[in-house]
T-cell receptor, first 112, second 115 residues
Framework: QKEVEQNSGPLSVPEGAIASLNCTYS??????FFWYRQYSGKSPELIMS????GDKEDGRFTAQLNKASQYVSLLIRDSQPSDSATYLC????????????FGAGTRLAVHP | DAGVIQSPRHEVTEMGQEVTLRCKPISGHNSLFWYRQTMMRGLELLIYFNNNVPIDDSGMPEDRFSAKMPNASFSTLKIQPSEPRDSAVYFC?????????????FGEGSRLTVL
């Protein structure tokens, strides 16, 4: 089993809609979770980090973490064509490891 | 801050040649990561360093791959000899690591093509 799993998509949503991206992880003691956005031909860039259960909002982005169910999600409100990219989920396992494990990424397409 | 700097941005070489990729992390960061990205396999962690010490190189595919970090401001990833299947984008990333944080900052990547 992969440590971090994401639906590869593509996830297609109309402009203005809410895009919901999900990620599950297998390490029960993971402490930190990150969402990165990667445009085609570019490097990943951090858009959200979350460390505790619940929701964290930043502009149009909301990260949701549920450690009991071992999932983390990213909601993008009022989706724009410029949000079209691959979104990578990343967890930081505990136990002294600094290794960050990326999911395969979900490709999001926002169409006008 | 200049961000993570990688060189070269593009490299085209022939099978069997040695390839050296370079990375300058963000000043003050204590962790450095080398990733490889392909369409088939996504973003794979090859090796990471903490305070210049290699911590986990289990992602290095073969003995043909080696990485060094002689000081806090420089790292290299070497492939010798290179093979066509090594063609990929190689990213270097750095982080200021604490117990519960560790956002990665990526360089622009080195696109390697092995003919």
């Amino acid at each position: 089993q992969k440590e971090v799993e994401q639906n590869s998509g593509p996830l297609s949503v109309p402009e203005g809609a809410i895009a919901s991206l999900n990620c599950t992880y297998s390490d029960r003691v993971s402490q930190s979770f990150f969402w990165y956005r990667q445009y085609s031909g570019k490097s990943p860039e951090l858009i959200m980090s979350i460390y505790s259960n619940g929701d964290k909002e930043d502009g149009r982005f909301t990260a949701q973490l549920n450690k009991a169910s071992q999932y983390v999600s990213l909601l993008i409100r009022d989706s724009q064509p410029s949000d079209s990219a691959t979104y990578l989920c990343d967890s930081h396992p505990a136990g002294g490891y600094n290794k960050l494990i990326f999911g395969a990424g979900t490709r999001l397409a926002v169409h006008p | 801050d200049a961000g993570v700097i990688q060189s070269p941005r593009h490299e085209v070489t022939e099978m069997g040649q040695e390839v050296t990729l370079r990375c300058k992390p963000i000043s003050g960061h204590n962790s450095l990561f080398w990733y490889r990205q392909t369409m088939m396999r996504g973003l794979e962690l090859l090796i990471y360093f903490n305070n210049n010490v290699p911590i986990d190189d289990s992602g290095m595919p073969e003995d043909r791959f080696s990485a060094k970090m002689p000081n806090a401001s420089f790292s290299t990833l070497k492939i010798q000899p290179s093979e066509p299947r090594d063609s990929a984008v190689y990213f270097c990333a750095s982080s200021l690591w604490t117990a519960n944080t560790g956002e990665l900052f990526f360089g622009e990547g080195s696109r390697l093509t092995v003919l």
